[in-house]
């Protein structure tokens, strides 16, 4: 029984419909059994300059299994006005991003989307609004919220990494 409660827990973040920054439709199936910290990014924000430190975590620790999301949103002080090809050149010419980025999205209000209604909804470990750009979902490879860092938290504080290692070294 156990095992079934976990496999639904799992599926639910797993299966949310996205699209990829491409348009394309997706979800994170792909990324099923690794360690992720999911974004809401902005290109326009003062938190901004943190696409460096998220793309440093990304190298470090990718080959462990660990990849970073960002979900590109508008809904604090209009921060992401662009199309999704105005973010993805944003993003890879000023600060080199190589993981993956996303549709953008909800993350708050009537139209939250279904990934963040799971990541910050009643039924999640860490309930409550995203505040602002740059809120960090620490997913562990079972699907499952593990920590919240608030937008002002940098990627490269030691108390992010040692999460990330935690949650690498948890199996």
């Known amino acids: 029984?156990?095992?079934a409660q976990v496999a639904l827990a799992e599926s639910k973040?797993?299966?949310?419909?996205?699209?990829?920054?491409?348009?394309?439709?997706?979800?994170?199936?792909?990324?099923?059994?690794?360690?992720?910290?999911?974004?809401?990014?902005?290109?326009?924000?003062?938190?901004t300059p943190q696409y460096k430190g998220l793309e440093a975590l990304q190298q470090k620790y990718k080959e462990q299994g660990f990849t970073v999301l960002g979900f590109p949103c508008n809904d604090f002080?209009?921060?992401e006005?662009?199309?999704?090809?105005?973010?993805?050149?944003?993003?890879?010419?000023?600060?080199?991003?190589?993981?993956?980025?996303?549709?953008?999205?909800h993350v708050k209000g009537g139209e939250q989307h279904p990934l963040y209604k799971e990541l910050s909804?009643?039924?999640s470990a860490f309930p409550g609004d995203v505040k602002w750009n740059f809120g960090k979902f620490l997913v562990g490879r079972d699907g499952k919220?593990?920590?919240?860092?608030?937008?002002?938290?940098?990627?490269?504080?030691?108390?992010?990494?040692?999460?990330?290692?935690?949650?690498?070294?948890?199996?």
């Open 145 to 171: 919220v593990l920590k919240r860092f608030e937008p002002g938290v940098k990627p490269e504080t030691p108390q992010v990494s040692k999460a990330i290692e935690d949650a690498l070294a948890a199996k």
């Open 77 to 79: 002080g209009a921060q």
């Open 121 to 123: 909804g009643p039924g």
């Open 81 to 105: 006005p662009g199309s999704n090809d105005e973010i993805k050149q944003f993003c890879t010419s000023k600060y080199s991003v190589t993981f993956p980025i996303f549709d953008k999205l």
């Open 13 to 47: 973040l797993y299966t949310v419909p996205l699209k990829d920054i491409d348009g394309k439709d997706t979800s994170l199936k792909a990324y099923q059994g690794k360690v992720l910290l999911i974004v809401n990014v902005a290109s326009f924000c003062g938190y």
């Open 1 to 3: 029984m156990l095992l």
